[in-house]
């Protein structure tokens, strides 16, 4: 028996969770979890579901290509719980690197990770901790980003990479690498998005006296912190709290956002509605 993890997507209409049940039944399946959204803002309809079938993944598809076809529907296939290859894209700080790398050995967090990618050496003593292999390539020029890019696509393929995680990467990805990674690529911003967009969001906070900070984790593309975005968290400060405190409070809410993010990814939970994201929690 094996459990898996499906997802679907469609212009919605009538008898879609009809069609889907039916080819699970007819695939020996048995539902244990389904959860779907109709989107009136979009006009598409979202499933996912956990099944538990003792047929092959051939077997299963069999059932479900037809009913894929006959909805115009795109569907994943994915066996519950298995890790997800993922690149970790980092600079300097190593609170978002630490936290993803520390829940992926406690089992915790259903990714491997092959590789830390960083455009400065800090983190290499935290990577070699984890037993992580770490690269680092200096981006100190245009030549040096397009080079740090090329080498990010080499690791993709390489390692058939599922998702790229930005851990506090202070570089911005040309829209040529933003378009290779289309929903594959998972920023956190240090602000509660849409406020405070860019470098120095902390600064720009304290600057502006406010009461909450907090960290957004949302898809990576071309337009700067503008993607869709997939989690938030904050929390309470006051006009005590200098730059630096509000940036130490901050990240503990930085690391906590991203890793859940990159969990709901791993799991299949998140799917992309437009500029919005349906998070089957
Ligand atoms: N194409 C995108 N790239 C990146 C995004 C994004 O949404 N789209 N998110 C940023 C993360 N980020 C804030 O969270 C951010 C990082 C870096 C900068 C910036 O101005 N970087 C400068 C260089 C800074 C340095 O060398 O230290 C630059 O790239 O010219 C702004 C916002 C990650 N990338």
């Excluded at 992580?132 to 030549?143: K, R």
Aim: aromatic content about 6%; charged content about 25%.
């Amino acid at each position: 028996m094996q459990h898996w993890v499906l997802t679907l997507n469609c212009d919605d209409r009538s008898g879609i969770v009809h069609a889907v049940t039916a080819a699970i039944v007819a695939a020996a399946g048995n539902i244990a979890e389904l959860q779907q959204f109709s989107s009136t803002d979009t006009g598409r309809f979202f499933l996912r579901l956990e099944v538990d079938s003792p047929v092959t993944r051939g077997a299963l598809l069999a059932e479900l290509n037809p009913v894929a076809e006959r909805f115009g529907a795109d569907i994943t296939l994915d066996v519950a719980g298995r890790p997800l290859r993922t690149l970790v894209l980092a600079s300097k700080a190593e609170h978002c690197v630490n936290d993803l790398l520390f829940r992926q050995r406690a089992g915790h967090l259903p990714i491997e990770v092959p590789l830390v990618m960083a455009n400065h050496p800090t983190l290499a003593p935290l990577a070699e901790f984890y037993k992580v292999p770490f690269e680092h390539l200096a981006v100190t020029n245009q030549d040096e980003k397009a080079a740090f890019e090329r080498r990010v696509l080499e690791v993709v393929d390489e390692h058939d990479i599922e998702l790229v995680v930005l851990a506090r990467y202070m570089q911005i990805l040309s829209p040529e690498l933003c378009e290779a990674l289309e929903g594959r690529a998972i920023n956190i911003h240090h602000s509660f998005l849409p406020g405070f967009k860019g470098a120095n969001p902390y600064r720009q906070a304290h600057a502006r006296g406010v009461k909450l900070v907090g960290a957004t984790a949302h898809f990576v593309t071309t337009d700067l912190d503008e993607g869709p975005i997939i989690e938030q968290n904050v929390r309470r400060v006051d006009h005590a709290d200098s730059v630096a405190e509000l940036q130490s409070m901050g990240q503990d809410e930085e690391s906590r956002t991203l890793t859940q993010a990159v969990k709901w990814f791993a799991e299949h939970r998140i799917l992309l509605d437009g500029q919005r994201t349906i998070v089957f929690r």
